[in-house]
Nanobody, 122 residues
């Protein structure tokens, strides 16, 4: 049984940082492309970042230069370091896994976590 468990969300002031974790079980993160998505209130789920099994990374334009996705194979965990947060980053953040090569489309991901809430206050 595959499980992805996100953690690290919370309340932070604009300009601050948060680090999200996604602990995987039932699959090996190095054998999948791993992605982070988010859903803001009243909006659809959107792509944030992804890391391929060969550690190639991809970022949404809105977070490029502020967010960093990484992976620790020994801990079977994927991370999302978020810096210079702004109020538009407020959302529920989800971790997902896929073997599909299309990384930015949520429907291409087979496994999802339950999400972790990030709230950025002004």
């Amino acid at each position: 049984q595959v499980r992805l468990v996100e953690s690290g969300g919370g309340l932070v002031q604009a300009g601050g940082s948060l680090s999200l974790s996604c602990a995987a079980s039932g699959l090996t993160v190095s054998g999948y492309h791993m992605g982070w998505f988010r859903r803001a209130p009243g909006k659809e789920r959107e792509f944030v970042a992804a890391i391929t099994w060969s550690t190639i990374t991809d970022y949404a334009y809105s977070v490029k230069g502020r967010f960093t996705i990484s992976r620790d194979n020994a801990k079977n965990t994927v991370y999302l370091q978020m810096n210079r947060l702004n109020t538009e980053d407020t959302a529920v953040y989800y971790c997902a896994a896929t073997r599909d090569s299309v990384l930015r489309v949520p429907a291409r991901y087979a496994y999802w976590g339950q999400g972790t809430q990030v709230i950025v206050s002004s």
